[in-house]
């Protein structure tokens, strides 16, 4: 994942919610989460940095555990129409 990729999404969602106050960005040590732009784009929108320490995988194991029990059983056991409707304007 490239610096210009994860400073999109960010933006997308700062967009999206419009903080009013300080929030908390989690992210892991990748290369694109310690870089200037990424730190000066955290201090430009009042947002604060959280990353965890080198080789601690266990931070995301709840958020993970949830969403693949969320995909096995009510993602995969559905079927979806993929048909776009048809709207007259």
């Avoid at 210009?4 to 999206?16: E, F, T």
């Avoid at 995988?57 to 776009?84: G, M, W």
Wanted: hydrophobic content about 40%; some cysteine; aromatic content about 8%.
């Amino acid at each position: 994942m490239t610096t210009d990729l994860a400073l999109d999404s960010l933006l997308m969602a700062v967009w999206r919610r419009k903080p009013e106050n300080k929030v908390m960005v989690h992210s892991d040590q990748g290369s694109q989460f310690s870089s200037i732009e990424w730190k000066s784009f955290l201090i430009a929108n009042n947002l604060e940095a959280s990353m965890s320490r080198r080789g601690n995988c266990h931070d995301n194991a709840v958020a993970e555990s949830f969403f693949q029990l969320l995909k096995r059983e009510r993602i995969k056991h559905r079927v979806y129409n993929t048909n776009p409707p048809n709207y007259m304007i």
